[in-house]
């Protein structure tokens, strides 16, 4: 039953949504078919997620600053920049031990 869904918004917000269901092997009776939405996401979408939520997402009354727009922006940025420095060094991280495998 897991229905995913990729979320990549123009406020930045990065996530992958799954709904799943849980079995008729549940330990608890009481939780059997209840469904749960799980949302995953990297470190870096996870800190920019919960402070663009706490700042811009849930506050409509007070627009932000021109200031506060554009240190979301770098920061949405940076998080990006550093998701991507962090699959590179695990990536390189998997080719040494795989030619450590082949060597040994």
């Given amino acids: 039953m897991p229905i995913r869904e990729l979320h990549d918004k123009p406020s930045g917000y990065r996530a992958t949504h799954m709904l799943v269901e849980l079995g008729a092997d549940e ?6 078919g209840f469904v749960c939405e799980l949302q995953i996401a990297s470190l870096g979408a996870h800190l920019f997620n919960e402070i663009e939520h706490d700042t811009t997402y849930k506050i409509h009354d007070v627009p932000p600053s021109a200031a506060e727009t554009d240190a979301l922006a770098e920061l949405r940025a940076q998080c990006r920049r550093t998701d ?21």
């Avoid at 330990?27 to 059997?32: A, M, T, V, Y």
């Fill in 27 to 32: 330990d608890h009776p009481s939780l059997r």
């Fill in 84 to 104: 991507a420095l962090a699959d590179r060094v695990l990536e390189e991280h998997e080719k040494g031990r795989d030619a450590a495998s082949e060597e040994g």
